[in-house]
């Protein structure tokens, strides 16, 4: 009778972590931006400055995500797809900012509904117990 010992599973467990916690933020602040913009709207007229700041925010959370996805995918060896919903997050985030102080709400409202479709989707990717696999583990699927 012989035992075999699997080898303890390598893969994009520590990288994983930070990648969570970075879209996690990002996530919970992009959440935050159509609360602001309402009490904005319910006349509370400083909160389009804190909706402005939040975007800030939340744009400086992507650069950070963007070098934990990198970080998940180079040296954990884990998925590309969180670079690739980052990158789209970043582009269309940026965007969004830009025809929010053009006061473009014609584009800026349907924008930020396409950005939290897209944190949502990358929150949800991320807590996937498929996300802690190594990349090698992904072609066999």
């Known amino acids: 009778m ?7 599973r ?3 467990r520590q990288t994983l972590w930070l990648l969570r916690g970075t879209v996690t933020l990002g996530t919970v602040g992009v959440l935050a931006q159509p609360v602001l913009a309402g009490v904005y709207l319910t006349g509370e007229f400083d909160f389009l400055g804190y909706h402005g700041t939040n975007a800030t925010i939340v744009q400086s959370l992507l650069l950070l995500q963007a070098a ?3 970080l998940y995918w180079l040296a954990g060896r884990g998925s590309v ?3 690739l919903f980052t990158a789209a997050q970043f582009l269309v985030t940026g965007l969004q ?6 006061r473009a709400l014609a584009v800026h409202i349907p924008l930020g ?13 991320v807590y996937r117990p498929a996300a ?10």
Do not use: K
């Open 132 to 141: 802690r696999d190594p990349r090698s583990s992904w072609s066999n699927r």
């Open 97 to 102: 900012i830009g025809m929010g102080y053009s």
């Open 10 to 12: 390598t893969g994009p």
């Open 2 to 8: 012989t035992t075999t010992i699997e080898p303890a």
């Open 81 to 83: 797809l969180p670079v």
């Open 113 to 125: 509904v396409l950005v939290v479709i897209i944190s949502l989707l990358a929150c949800a990717w």
């Open 68 to 70: 934990a996805a990198l």
